[in-house]
């Protein structure tokens, strides 16, 4: 296990809307507004066609090959992340949803490509006084939290 600390810094109270990405949204309001850490959690709807990292083909191959799925129709969600900034200091997101339709639901990472349907719901939290960042890993091809 590695960890750091950090402390809460600024909360912010989100609303994105209809047929924004939620990757490329929270990552420029990150920059916006001169956020480098936060953690989120999220409340809304995704529309059809959204994509979503729904693990690996083999959990222990080498190379990882991701899999993805796309939502057949608008699905409910609820889910969690956090921003770190990459070795170069862009925010990045990590961001997994539950995304329910009727009895069907499926989880996965948004850094394909979810679409907001009609509204989502985000509460973001600054997190400061932490110099946590994304490094890249050539043994699993991942960018990983180095605390």
């Not at 990552?27 to 480098?36: N, P």
């Given at each position: 296990m590695k960890y750091s600390e950090a402390r809460e810094g600024r909360t912010f109270v989100i609303r994105l809307e209809d047929g924004d990405i939620v990757h490329e949204q929270l990552e420029q309001f990150a920059v916006d507004h001169g956020i480098e850490r936060a953690s989120i959690l999220v409340l809304?709807?995704?529309?059809?066609?959204?994509?979503?990292?729904?693990?690996?083909?083999?959990?222990?191959?080498?190379?990882i090959n991701p899999m993805t799925l796309e939502l057949y129709d608008a699905h409910e969600v609820t889910g969690t992340g956090t921003i770190f900034p990459d070795e170069e200091g862009r925010p990045v997101l990590h961001m997994?949803?539950?995304?329910?339709?009727?009895?069907?639901?499926?989880?996965?990472?948004?850094?394909?490509?979810?679409?907001?349907?009609?509204?989502?719901?985000?509460?973001?939290?600054?997190?400061?006084?932490?110099?946590?960042?994304?490094?890249?890993?050539?043994?699993?091809?991942?960018?990983?939290?180095v605390p």
């Amino acid at each position: 296990m590695k960890y750091s600390e950090a402390r809460e810094g600024r909360t912010f109270v989100i609303r994105l809307e209809d047929g924004d990405i939620v990757h490329e949204q929270l990552e420029q309001f990150a920059v916006d507004h001169g956020i480098e850490r936060a953690s989120i959690l999220v409340l809304g709807s995704a529309d059809r066609e959204s994509r979503l990292v729904v693990g690996p083909e083999e959990s222990r191959s080498n190379p990882i090959n991701p899999m993805t799925l796309e939502l057949y129709d608008a699905h409910e969600v609820t889910g969690t992340g956090t921003i770190f900034p990459d070795e170069e200091g862009r925010p990045v997101l990590h961001m997994h949803l539950a995304c329910g339709r009727e009895e069907n639901t499926v989880t996965g990472c948004v850094r394909s490509g979810v679409k907001v349907w009609h509204v989502m719901e985000i509460i973001l939290t600054e997190l400061i006084e932490n110099q946590a960042t994304r490094q890249f890993d050539s043994l699993t091809g991942f960018t990983l939290l180095v605390p």
